[in-house]
């Protein structure tokens, strides 16, 4: 598989060389250069399979050319070994349309650790066959930060350098990352919001003072390897509610439009999908661009689900390629629009080309705390508010009642005790794996949200690229 720039200028690559490129050097996000397909035949053959399985398979198109079959299968039992779920992603049904996908049961407690075991391995893989190391640059609003970090600490031939949004993560968040004591960790919190992390590091990968001497890699979602590895847990709860013979929605609480990407790959993979909901919370720009098209910046406001206070989606460049006829020059006019106005219009072959699948909701304060009352009073289950904007959006989608409606859920409701506890009067307990997160020693430096400062403690600390 090769793997093209949505920006149309850099070189493609394989799928080893785009997992340690992370972005493209012409600031665009790699993607597939074709989107492989399964019959129905073929994806009726996938039921009942465990997990790892079921993952080599769905990942096996975009490797090919890169890893061995059995390799891939070797470091997908490997990284869904760490689950504390059998299932990995386990479906639980509300009521007689609604169910959760359950994807917190990894080592993290949130979703991104079902993506982040597999990426940690593949890139100790590709690391391996080479003399270079990897400086990683990343920014998190709470959950990428922990589930990287547990993924390669300790890992040689690689630094992790993660900024988040100093006191607007919540502490086990927080903690989650500055405990882990292991040399090769940097956690660093800096003034500002997400966003201004997110445009930080994106600005390292073009800064050549950097890249001259340090192989900046990505472990956010403008990583592809981020995204294939999510495609799977569709397909996982697709084919135990009947697919392909039935269709089934999902709603996707949505901040950087990564989970929910990975649903629309799904789709053009050939799982019968009915629609993706996009379910943001106020920071709803994605809600304004699904509904009027209008993609333009606006404030972050800070809200009880954190991890979702983001203003620009970066992979929403990833669907503006794909339906706006795949021409990497005028995305990028579009982009360095975006990027000098803060706004941008969607084209009509945008518009109609993403209201084909996708349709979106925001959920403000009283709608998250009511969903997670509800979850709890009428099905018994304790939510968290990001899983919460997404059921909020499923049980207000109208979507047909013969078709089963699956809200992702996100994080654990532990990681977010006090919003929970607020809506339910209950405290949401850590699972025992880590259970002593309080006790633990910290570790952080704290930065201006200036960009030569960061740019300078990542350069004193990181290893030269060979
Ligand atoms: C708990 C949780 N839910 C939902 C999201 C949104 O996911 P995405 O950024 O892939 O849209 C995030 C992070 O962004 C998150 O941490
Ligand atoms: N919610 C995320 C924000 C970063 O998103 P990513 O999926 O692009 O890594 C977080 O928790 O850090």
Redesign the pocket.
């Known amino acids: 598989m090769e793997y093209i720039s949505t920006r149309g200028s850099a070189p493609a690559l394989d799928f080893a060389g785009a997992t340690l490129a992370g972005l493209a050097s012409d600031g665009g996000l790699y993607v597939p250069s074709a989107w492989p397909r399964f019959s129905e035949a073929e994806i009726a053959a996938l039921a009942g399979m465990p997990y790892a399985e079921l993952a080599a398979k769905i990942m096996w198109p975009f490797v090919e050319g890169s890893l061995a079959y059995d390799r891939l299968l070797e470091l997908t039992t490997a990284a869904y070994g760490r689950f504390s779920h059998k299932a990995v992603t386990p479906l639980r049904q509300l009521d007689e349309q609604n169910w959760l996908l359950e994807l917190?049961h990894g080592p993290t407690l949130?979703?991104?650790d079902v993506a982040l075991q597999m990426l940690g391995l593949l890139f100790e893989e590709f690391l391996g066959r080479s003399d270079r190391n990897l400086t990683i640059v990343g920014a998190t609003?709470?959950?990428?930060g922990s589930a990287a970090i547990d993924a390669v600490a300790g890992r040689d031939k690689v630094q992790i350098f993660m900024l988040h949004p100093k006191g607007r993560v919540s502490d086990v968040q927080r903690k989650q990352m500055t405990t882990v004591l292991a040399d090769n960790v940097h956690n660093i919190a800096i003034e500002g919001s997400f966003d201004d992390a997110q445009a930080m590091v994106k600005r390292m990968f073009n800064d050549t003072v950097m890249t001259d001497r340090f192989a900046i890699g990505a472990v956010n979602?403008i990583n592809w390897a981020r995204l294939m590895a999510?495609v799977v847990y569709y397909f996982a709860a697709a084919l135990q509610l009947g697919a392909p013979a039935r269709k089934v929605a999902f709603s996707?609480?949505?901040?950087?439009?990564?989970?929910?990407?990975?649903g629309y790959v799904a789709a053009q993979m050939g799982l019968p999908i009915e629609k993706l909901i996009v379910a943001t919370n106020v920071n709803d720009i994605?809600h304004r661009a699904l509904a009027h098209g209008d993609y333009s910046q606006g404030t972050v406001t800070p809200t009880e689900?954190p991890?979702?206070d983001?203003q620009v989606?970066?992979?929403f460049e990833r669907l503006l390629f794909d339906v706006g006829g795949r021409d990497g020059k005028a995305l990028a006019a579009q982009m360095a629009g975006f990027e000098a106005s803060k706004a941008m219009q969607l084209t009509n072959a945008q518009r109609e080309g993403a209201a084909a699948l996708f349709q979106s909701a925001a959920a403000d304060a009283d709608a998250m705390r009511d969903t997670i009352r509800w979850a709890r009073e009428a099905c018994g289950e304790l939510i968290?508010p990001?899983?919460a904007?997404?059921l909020y959006a499923a049980r207000n989608g109208g979507i047909d009642p013969a078709v089963p409606v699956v809200t992702?859920a996100?994080?654990h409701p532990a990681?977010f005790p006090d919003a929970v506890s607020r809506a339910t009067g209950e405290h949401p307990v850590l699972p025992a794996r880590v259970g002593d997160l309080f006790e633990r020693e910290e570790r952080m430096v704290e930065l201006s949200g200036d960009y030569d400062a960061v740019a300078a403690f990542v350069a004193e600390h990181a290893t030269a690229k060979v």
């Open positions: 917190f949130a979703f991104k609003s709470g959950d990428t979602s999510q996707v609480p949505t901040g950087n439009f990564g989970d929910v990407f990975a994605l689900a991890s979702m983001i989606s970066s992979n968290d990001h899983t904007c997404g992702l996100t994080a990681k």
